[in-house]
């Protein structure tokens, strides 16, 4: 090893890496060539630089987002706005009045930070934000009903993936499940039977990724919440994704607004802030004042708290919402939802143009009609047309093209459709379309 280390192509190495990653990729490399498989590297400097890249890479690292889900909740869900992203950048840099009363010069509250705005944009009475809204769930069911029953409809009790289901977030609550109606039907009698004097809460959760059609019934929230409230207990509404605007002239209204679960009479909403709300990880809960003190008081909500990166984004992110056309235009995940079909076609146009400047030798990309996904559990069944980018991967066929583009030294995540690989030009800043176009020269240069 010492020798390999003092071979000039290996040494060279070091001026640049640091000798520990060095060491482990040139031991990498012996090992290898000692399994014999392929052979002695003829280039030990070669072989061993190659492996110290991609062990001194960073494993979270930004990527370029080709595959048209716009919230990819593999891929990081919301990308922040720019005021989001300069507000997190100033807090965590220094210091902050995080829990700092800067006029009393004593203690303040973490959980101040977005409080009003939260209230402002969604017509409550006062809310919280802590970690994520599956922790917003556990700590509202704990805070009204540990030790007691929360009803909800067999239509409701959803998984929402990465495992996320409902009855299991209950159970975990130290709420016990109390199931009313069935799958497809549940109607306001079936509430009604269950309540008694064990009941703690009725549970109203947003089918966030999937719709049902045909021979379906749910009882209206504002239904729910007149019986919650004639039994005394409070309705807790799960709405999945924190929509705060208005979508529907855009043709995207099968989702819940927050405020109107709120005007709908929930006594507590849980939400999501990195879906369609479109800022960072966070659960937010809005609703009655009281019973959110209860919340904060809960020690649950000490275990959940957000950090204050998260605390400054939400604050600029919710910041925007003041103003409905800023929100749009300001807000990518907003934005990208809205993209126009005449603007999805002339991007589409540049990223194919710029593509095939890039690689003169392969046949140019085709431009196809074709559907982008909102995903992140919302507008399950929502169109949404797009153009894509469609390349033919050759011989070598898609997936290892479409492999070759996630191993690039900017990761392209494309989609493999038809054994084309498409680009869907919705989710791409526009300002990446030279990095996508080379990193596919690259791959066509392999
Ligand atoms: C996404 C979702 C959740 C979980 O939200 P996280 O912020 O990912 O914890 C809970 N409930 C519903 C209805 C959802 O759609």
Request: glycine fraction near 8%.
């Given at each position: 090893?010492?020798?390999?280390?003092?071979?000039?192509?290996?040494?060279?190495l070091?001026?640049?890496t640091?000798?520990?990653?060095?060491?482990?990729?040139?031991?990498?490399?012996?090992?290898?060539?000692?399994?014999?498989?392929?052979?002695?590297?003829?280039?030990?400097?070669?072989?061993i630089?190659?492996?110290?890249?991609?062990?001194?890479?960073?494993?979270?690292?930004?990527?370029?987002?080709?595959?048209?889900?716009?919230?990819?909740?593999?891929?990081?869900?919301?990308?922040?706005?720019?005021?989001?992203?300069d507000?997190?950048?100033?807090?965590a840099?220094?210091?902050?009045?995080?829990?700092?009363?800067?006029?009393?010069?004593?203690?303040?509250?973490?959980?101040?930070?977005?409080?009003?705005?939260?209230?402002?944009?969604?017509?409550?009475?006062?809310?919280?934000?802590?970690?994520?809204?599956?922790?917003?769930?556990?700590?509202?069911?704990?805070?009204?009903?540990?030790?007691?029953?929360?009803?909800?409809?067999?239509?409701?009790?959803?998984?929402?993936?990465?495992?996320?289901?409902?009855?299991?977030?209950?159970?975990?609550?130290?709420?016990?499940?109390?199931?009313?109606?069935?799958?497809?039907?549940?109607?306001?009698?079936?509430?009604?039977?269950?309540?008694?004097?064990?009941?703690?809460?009725?549970?109203?959760?947003?089918?966030?990724?999937?719709?049902?059609?045909?021979?379906?019934?749910?009882p209206?929230?504002?239904?729910?919440?007149?019986?919650?409230?004639?039994?005394?207990?409070?309705?807790?509404?799960?709405?999945?994704?924190?929509?705060?605007?208005?979508?529907?002239?855009?043709?995207?209204?099968?989702?819940?607004?927050?405020?109107?679960?709120?005007?709908d009479?929930?006594?507590?909403?849980?939400?999501?802030g990195?879906?369609?709300?479109?800022?960072?990880?966070?659960?937010?809960?809005?609703?009655?004042?009281?019973?959110?003190?209860?919340?904060?008081?809960?020690?649950?909500?000490?275990?959940?708290?957000?950090?204050?990166?998260?605390?400054?984004?939400?604050?600029?992110?919710?910041?925007?919402?003041?103003?409905?056309?800023?929100?749009?235009?300001?807000?990518?995940?907003?934005?990208?939802?809205?993209?126009?079909?005449?603007?999805?076609?002339q991007?589409?146009?540049?990223?194919?143009?710029?593509?095939?400047?890039?690689?003169?030798?392969?046949?140019?990309?085709?431009?196809?009609?074709?559907?982008?996904?909102?995903?992140?559990?919302?507008?399950?069944?929502?169109?949404?047309?797009?153009?894509?980018?469609?390349?033919?991967?050759?011989?070598?066929?898609?997936?290892?093209?479409?492999?070759?583009?996630?191993?690039?030294?900017?990761?392209?995540?494309?989609?493999?459709?038809?054994?084309?690989?498409?680009?869907?030009?919705?989710?791409?800043p526009?300002?990446?379309?030279?990095?996508?176009?080379?990193?596919?020269?690259?791959?066509?240069?392999?």
């Open positions: 090893m010492e020798r390999l280390l003092q071979e000039p192509s290996v040494s060279v070091l001026e640049s640091p000798r520990s990653v060095v060491v482990a990729a040139a031991r990498e490399a012996v090992a290898r060539a000692r399994k014999g498989r392929g052979g002695v590297p003829e280039n030990w400097g070669a072989e630089a190659e492996r110290a890249k991609r062990m001194a890479r960073r494993s979270l690292r930004p990527v370029l987002n080709a595959t048209g889900v716009v919230l990819h909740t593999n891929l990081g869900r919301a990308p922040l706005a720019a005021s989001a992203l507000a997190v950048a100033a807090v840099s220094g210091y902050s009045a995080l829990e700092f009363d800067l006029e009393a010069g004593t203690r303040g509250q973490r959980t101040d930070h977005g409080r009003r705005l939260l209230a402002e944009l969604t017509g409550a009475e006062d809310a919280l934000a802590v970690n994520n809204a599956a922790s917003a769930l556990i700590l509202a069911l704990n805070t009204v009903a540990e030790g007691l029953e929360v009803v909800v409809s067999r239509g409701e009790l959803v998984e929402i993936g990465g495992s996320f289901r409902i009855p299991d977030i209950l159970r975990k609550s130290g709420a016990r499940l109390r199931e009313v109606g069935t799958t497809n039907r549940t109607h306001l009698d079936d509430y009604i039977r269950a309540l008694g004097p064990a009941t703690g809460a009725i549970l109203k959760v947003h089918q966030s990724n999937f719709v049902q059609s045909g021979f379906v019934h749910a209206h929230a504002v239904d729910l919440a007149r019986l919650a409230h004639d039994h005394r207990v409070p309705l807790v509404h799960d709405v999945g994704s924190g929509l705060l605007s208005d979508l529907s002239s855009f043709g995207l209204n099968s989702e819940p607004r927050v405020a109107d679960a709120v005007a009479g929930a006594d507590l909403v849980v939400f999501s990195d879906k369609l709300l479109g800022g960072p990880q966070t659960g937010c809960l809005v609703g009655s004042a009281a019973l959110l003190g209860r919340c904060r008081a809960n020690p649950l909500a000490r275990a959940s708290r957000a950090d204050k990166m998260t605390l400054a984004a939400l604050e600029a992110t919710l910041e925007l919402y003041r103003d409905p056309a800023v929100a749009l235009r300001e807000i990518p995940v907003l934005r990208m939802l809205t993209l126009s079909a005449g603007e999805l076609e991007r589409a146009r540049a990223l194919a143009a710029a593509i095939a400047a890039a690689c003169p030798a392969a046949p140019p990309p085709r431009l196809a009609a074709g559907h982008s996904v909102t995903g992140g559990g919302s507008f399950p069944g929502a169109d949404l047309p797009t153009t894509l980018v469609v390349l033919d991967p050759g011989p070598r066929g898609a997936d290892a093209l479409a492999l070759t583009l996630r191993l690039g030294d900017v990761p392209v995540v494309a989609r493999v459709e038809d054994r084309m690989v498409v680009l869907d030009p919705r989710t791409l526009v300002h990446a379309f030279p990095d996508v176009a080379a990193a596919v020269a690259a791959a066509c240069a392999e």
